[in-house]
């Protein structure tokens, strides 16, 4: 009898260790490195962001330590919300640019970029013009902006931005150029932009590091970009 409770006991003891090790064990589960947001299953979320961002892009102008310089940059100047922060990479001409974001991030805030991208508007020359929203679809649709080259780690990992699920084409949308943006366009009008973007989920708070590179092989065109930001 006493060493059948001695049994009873031991399994007790075991089941118990087990009920107490399964929590840790799924919280160790559940962190699984940084995530992106699907672009399939949100791709009129993509869509919006991708023309959102051109926006904002045409509506900030370059200035020493703003988000478009080299080096220690104020990421957050002119950032349309606080749920998702844009970065970028080189403008008009390829191009190598290392970025540390002096302003912390916010915990629940997404990151959107574009590995490569393009815009073709009713306000450039050749081969970025489009006098219609039909024809600003055709434009960037054209073989010269077949994207080629692509990657894009967060933290070493990697996600598979080659994947044609992640070549995105905006609805045509309207623009406000301001006096020294970086496209350098000094005319307001009507765009549609075509990349292959990225959306990330929340980053876990501490410091990060983003790198993404993306080419247009007809058009000799390549850009490479690293970012380091902290989220608190």
Not at 4 to 27: E, I, S
Not at 137 to 143: F, G, I, S
Request: charge should be neutral; include cysteine; charged fraction near 15%.
């Amino acid at each position: 009898m006493l060493q059948r409770q001695r049994l009873v006991l031991a399994v007790l003891a075991a089941m118990l260790a087990t009920v107490l090790a399964t929590p840790a064990l799924a919280a160790a589960g559940t962190d699984q490195g940084p995530r992106a947001v699907d672009p399939i299953a949100q791709q009129a979320r993509y869509q919006t962001l991708s023309a959102e961002w051109w926006q904002w892009a045409f509506s900030t102008p370059v200035e020493t330590g703003g988000p478009f310089d080299a080096g220690q940059v104020r990421c957050a100047v002119n950032q349309p919300g606080s749920d998702v922060l844009f970065l970028a990479a080189p403008f008009n001409a390829s191009g190598t640019v290392d970025r540390s974001c002096t302003d912390p991030v916010r915990r629940a805030t997404q990151i959107f970029f574009p590995v490569i991208n393009t815009e073709c508007s009713n306000v450039e020359p050749d081969p970025f013009f489009g006098a219609t929203a039909k024809k600003r679809r055709d434009c960037v649709n054209m073989d010269r902006f077949d994207p080629a080259g692509l990657s894009a780690t967060v933290d070493g990992h990697s996600f598979p931005v080659s994947e044609v699920k992640f070549d995105i084409v905006s609805r045509d949308f309207a623009f406000t150029a301001v006096l020294g943006n970086p496209v350098g366009l000094s005319e307001s009008g009507q765009s549609t932009t075509r990349g292959v973007w990225l959306l990330l989920e929340p980053l876990q708070k501490g410091r990060h590091t983003i790198r993404f590179t993306g080419s247009y092989p007809v058009l000799n065109f390549s850009v490479s970009v690293a970012y380091r930001l902290t989220v608190n």
